[in-house]
């Protein structure tokens, strides 16, 4: 499984972006796609995922704001990020975790997308 991400970029506090994470390649056993995002000096953070039965999740810190989504026919997951603020700036790294045979699981990564938000 091959993933790129892109739509980061400079947006004031307030404003919105669109992350989009396209995946190739053998994409059969994939059960869950998501974003974690990496601020310097703090933790990666799992921002939300969606699995393959389209059940999401958020971490806290962006309910109400983020929403996560996928098109099947474009192989394509986003992040719509809403009322951003500077908390929020990071590198955004879209994964899939697959199963790779029965009972072994593997994470993919995409390459990360920068997000920075002025204030």
């Known amino acids: 499984v091959q993933l790129q991400a892109s739509g980061g970029g400079l947006v004031q506090a307030g404003g919105s972006l669109r992350l989009s994470c396209a995946a190739s390649g053998d994409r059969f056993g994939i059960i869950a796609m998501g974003w974690y995002r990496q601020a310097p000096g703090k933790q990666r953070e799992l921002v939300a995922r969606?699995?393959?039965?389209?059940?999401?999740n958020y971490a806290e810190s962006v309910k109400g704001r983020f929403t996560i989504s996928r098109d099947n026919a474009k192989n394509t997951m986003y992040l719509q990020m809403n009322s951003l603020n500077p908390e929020d700036a990071a590198v955004y790294l879209c994964?899939?975790?697959?199963?790779?045979?029965?009972?072994?699981?593997?994470?993919?990564w995409g390459q990360g997308t920068q997000v920075t938000v002025s204030s």
């Open positions: 969606i699995t393959s039965g389209g059940s999401a």
């Open positions: 994964y899939a975790r697959a199963e790779t045979s029965p009972g072994y699981e593997y994470q993919y």
